[in-house]
């Protein structure tokens, strides 16, 4: 069955940096388009980071562009979310989720999510 | 961006009662939605996806429904289990994939 399970998560400072994984297993990793997505405290899903299956495509929104960046390793079957400059707003709960299709589509599959404090 | 809207942000519905959910696109996205539930501390779960296609294993009790700009969740006789927040997802036009704001399903 598919898993997906998210580490790396924590208490960082203003302006620090983090990075999230997202091991992933009962599907063939390289095939499928995968995603992040984050929940603020309290608040609603936003999307956060796209890798296309082939890894020839990364998206992400205005709000994390050139602070984040999405990446993998098709070796350890293991999804990568750096994220840099850390801001406050970005304290939420970050999930991976994959897509049902090599590029960009709804997500069939969550993994736990992995929380991320950005406070001083 | 295509701006998800979800109404109510709050139903309050007994148990065994219909609930009907609503979220509107700011612009046609076909039938490229998706529906996802959510209970507190878990992840969202896919429940609706191409507006009315059932996930796998989702109860027939959760139908969806709409194309263009309106689509409706409806749970025809809520069990327990379904409350919960519950959330639409366009893929029409990508990036950004957005979400509606979410709809709580609470207990009356």
């Known amino acids: 069955q598919v898993q997906l399970v998210e580490s790396g998560g924590g208490v960082v400072q203003p302006g620090g940096s983090l990075r999230l994984s997202c091991a992933a297993s009962?599907?063939?990793?390289?095939?499928?388009?995968m995603h992040w997505v984050r929940q603020a405290p309290g608040k609603g899903l936003e999307w956060v980071a796209f890798?296309?299956?082939?890894?020839?495509?990364?998206y992400y929104p205005d709000s994390v562009k050139g602070r984040f960046t999405i990446s993998r390793d098709t070796s350890k079957n293991t999804l990568y979310l750096q994220m840099n400059s850390l801001r406050a707003e970005d304290t939420a709960v970050y999930y991976c989720?994959?897509?049902?299709?090599?590029?960009?589509?709804?997500?069939?599959?969550w993994g736990q999510g992995t929380l991320v404090t950005v406070s001083s | 961006e295509i701006v998800m809207t979800q109404s109510p942000a709050t139903l309050s519905v007994s148990p065994g009662e219909r609930a009907t959910l609503s979220c509107r696109a700011s612009?046609?996205?076909?039938?490229?939605l998706a529906w996802y539930q959510q209970k507190p501390g878990q992840a969202p779960r896919l429940l609706i996806y191409?507006?009315?296609t059932r996930a796998t294993g989702i109860p027939a009790r959760f139908s969806g429904s709409g194309s263009g700009t309106e689509f409706t969740l409806t749970i025809s006789s809520l069990q327990s289990e379904d409350f919960a927040v519950y959330y639409c997802?366009?893929?029409?036009?990508?990036?950004?994939?957005?979400f509606g704001q979410g709809t709580k399903v609470e207990i009356k």
């Open positions: 989720a994959k897509s049902p299709y090599g590029s960009g589509s709804y997500y069939d599959y």
């Open positions: 890798l296309r299956y082939d890894g020839s495509n990364k």
């Open positions: 997802q366009q893929y029409y036009n990508w990036p950004p994939w957005t």
């Open positions: 009962g599907f063939t990793f390289s095939s499928y388009g």
């Open positions: 191409g507006a009315s």
């Open positions: 612009q046609s996205i076909s039938s490229n």
